[in-house]
C-alpha cells in the first residue's frame, strides 16, 4: 500500500534534521576548539541585521577578532556592507533555501581559516519561521524585532523566540514615530521566551549599543571560551 | 541501493508541489463559478498587510462583498483585528508550517460558504521566501515592503517578487524618518519583477490608497467577473 504523501515529508524532514543536527555539532566542536563564539542572528527581513553588525564590527575592531558568515537567497549586498568593516565575511547564498543550515555553515567556517576568530556573527536569512529548526552549530541565538514589525510578532512566531537567548528590539529610534507599545512588546516576548534577555537597541543612535556589547562579551564569558593560547590571547577579551 | 537523501527530498516537495496546484486549480474554478476576485497578500513580517486590510475593507464596505482568509502559525490577533471590521474572516493556524498552501485555503473557502463574495483577500503567512511557490488559486499577487524594511528587499527575495502583479510599497508616511531612497527601491523591484504595477501607500494617513482601491476594481474588470447574477448584482462594482 502506497504511503500516504504527508507522512513521508515528515520522514523525511526528520532525516534531513538529524543529518543537520549531527554537522552542526561538529561544527560546535571545531568553534570549540578555537576559542570561538558563534552568535546565530535570526529575524524577518530588513529587522536591522547587517546595519547591526556594520556598527558592532567597527565598535569590537581592535578589542577582539570577528567574523561573519551572512545567508541571503540572492545578491551579496549584505556582504559588501559588512566587508566595508574591515571585517572578514563570507556570503552564502541559499538560492530558493528558506534558512541556512549546518553544511553551509561548515563550508563557510572551513573558508574562514583556521583557527578561527574570538567571535563569528551568522546572519541567518531573513525569514521568522524556517531557520529556527536549523541548528548551525552556534552558542547563542538573538532574535531581533525592529519596532516597526509591530509588537506581536513573539505571539505570531512562538518557535524562533522560543529558541532565543537574547531579544534585541531594534530600531528603537523610530519607536516614538510609530506609536510603538513597549509593555504590549515586552508581554509578548516574556510569553514566548520568559528566559530571554531583552535589550532595545538603535544602530543608527547607539542607544542600547554598549549593553549588546556588553552581552557579548559576557556569554564569552559564560563558555569560557579561552581560545588558541598560541595566539598569546589572555584570555577574555 | 539507497536513494540520495537530497534526490528523495527534492521528489517529495514536488509531487507536493504538483498536489498543491490541482487544488490551487480547483479553488480557482470555485472562485471564477461565484465571480469572486482572489488576491494573495505576500510580505515579510510586519509589513503592515492586517493595517492595510482593516482599512481597506472599511473603505470598500457597501461597494462591494469581501471576506479575508488569513494565516498565521499561532494566534488569532489578525482574524480580530479584521473581524472589526464587519468583515467575514477566517484564520487558518499553520502551527511550525512557513506559507498557506491550497488545501488550507479550499478549506477556509468552504467555511465563508457559497456564493463566495466578490472579493476574497489571502493573507498569507509573513514569510518572503516560501509562499511564493504555493498557488493558493488566487487571480492576483500582492508583494508588500514597507519603508522600513530597506529597498533591496525585492533583489535579496527575487522569487517572491517575480509573481507579484502588483507591489506596495507600504508605511510610506514613515519614509522621510527612514530616509528611504525611492529610486534604489524602483530600480530594485524593476530587476527583479518588471511587469509589476508599483504604489506608495499609507494605511495610517491614507496617502495612496484610493489608487490601490481602483487597482483592485480595475482587476475585476479584467478577469471579466460578473458574478452570480442571482445577488442582484449590476456587473461591476
Same mark, same amino acid.
Not at 30 to 36: N, T
Not at 57 to 84: C, E, P
Not at 126 to 136: D, K, R, T
Given at each position: 500500500?502506497?504511503?500516504?504523501?504527508?507522512?513521508?515529508?515528515?520522514?523525511?524532514?526528520?532525516?534531513?534534521?538529524?543529518?543537520?543536527?549531527?554537522?552542526?555539532?561538529?561544527?560546535?566542536?571545531?568553534?570549540?576548539?578555537?576559542?570561538?563564539?558563534?552568535?546565530?542572528?535570526?529575524?524577518?527581513?530588513?529587522?536591522?541585521?547587517?546595519?547591526?553588525?556594520?556598527?558592532?564590527?567597527?565598535?569590537?575592531?581592535?578589542?577582539?577578532?570577528?567574523?561573519?558568515?551572512?545567508?541571503?537567497?540572492?545578491? #551579496?549586498?549584505?556582504?559588501?556592507?559588512?566587508?566595508?568593516?574591515?571585517?572578514?565575511?563570507?556570503?552564502?547564498?541559499?538560492?530558493?533555501?528558506?534558512?541556512?543550515?549546518?553544511?553551509?555553515?561548515?563550508?563557510?567556517?572551513?573558508?574562514?581559516?583556521?583557527?578561527?576568530?574570538?567571535?563569528? /556573527?551568522?546572519?541567518?536569512?531573513?525569514?521568522?519561521?524556517?531557520?529556527?529548526? /536549523?541548528?548551525?552549530?552556534?552558542?547563542?541565538?538573538?532574535?531581533?524585532?525592529?519596532?516597526?514589525?509591530?509588537?506581536?510578532?513573539?505571539?505570531?512566531?512562538?518557535?524562533?523566540?522560543?529558541?532565543? #537567548?537574547?531579544?534585541?528590539?531594534?530600531?528603537? #529610534?523610530?519607536?516614538?514615530?510609530?506609536?510603538?507599545?513597549?509593555?504590549?512588546?515586552?508581554?509578548?516576548?516574556?510569553?514566548?521566551?520568559?528566559?530571554?534577555?531583552?535589550?532595545?537597541?538603535?544602530?543608527?543612535?547607539?542607544?542600547?549599543?554598549?549593553?549588546?556589547?556588553?552581552?557579548?562579551?559576557?556569554?564569552?564569558?559564560?563558555?569560557?571560551?579561552?581560545?588558541?593560547?598560541?595566539?598569546?590571547?589572555?584570555?577574555?577579551?
Amino acid at each position: 500500500m502506497a504511503e500516504a504523501p504527508s507522512t513521508r515529508v515528515i520522514l523525511v524532514q526528520e532525516a534531513v534534521l538529524d543529518k543537520n543536527q549531527a554537522i552542526g555539532r561538529s561544527n560546535r566542536a571545531m568553534l570549540d576548539a578555537d576559542g570561538s563564539l558563534a552568535v546565530n542572528l535570526l529575524s524577518s527581513p530588513g529587522s536591522g541585521k547587517t546595519t547591526l553588525l556594520e556598527r558592532t564590527l567597527r565598535a569590537l575592531s581592535g578589542q577582539l577578532t570577528a567574523a561573519v558568515i551572512v545567508g541571503d537567497l540572492a545578491t #551579496d549586498n549584505d556582504a559588501r556592507r559588512i566587508g566595508s568593516t574591515g571585517c572578514p565575511v563570507v556570503q552564502i547564498n541559499t538560492a530558493d533555501i528558506c534558512h541556512l543550515d549546518a553544511a553551509m555553515v561548515s563550508r563557510a567556517l572551513g573558508e574562514l581559516g583556521r583557527p578561527l576568530p574570538r567571535l563569528v /556573527f551568522i546572519e541567518n536569512v531573513g525569514n521568522l519561521v524556517c531557520p529556527a529548526s /536549523f541548528y548551525l552549530g552556534e552558542h547563542r541565538r538573538v532574535a531581533l524585532m525592529s519596532v516597526t514589525e509591530g509588537e506581536d510578532k513573539p505571539l505570531k512566531y512562538p518557535t524562533l523566540f522560543r529558541t532565543a #537567548d537574547l531579544v534585541l528590539i531594534t530600531k528603537y #529610534d523610530l519607536a516614538e514615530a510609530v506609536e510603538f507599545d513597549d509593555v504590549a512588546a515586552l508581554r509578548a516576548i516574556t510569553a514566548s521566551a520568559p528566559d530571554a534577555a531583552v535589550l532595545r537597541v538603535s544602530a543608527k543612535t547607539g542607544l542600547g549599543m554598549e549593553e549588546w556589547y556588553a552581552w557579548l562579551r559576557a556569554q564569552r564569558n559564560k563558555e569560557d571560551l579561552h581560545g588558541d593560547t598560541s595566539r598569546g590571547s589572555s584570555g577574555i577579551p
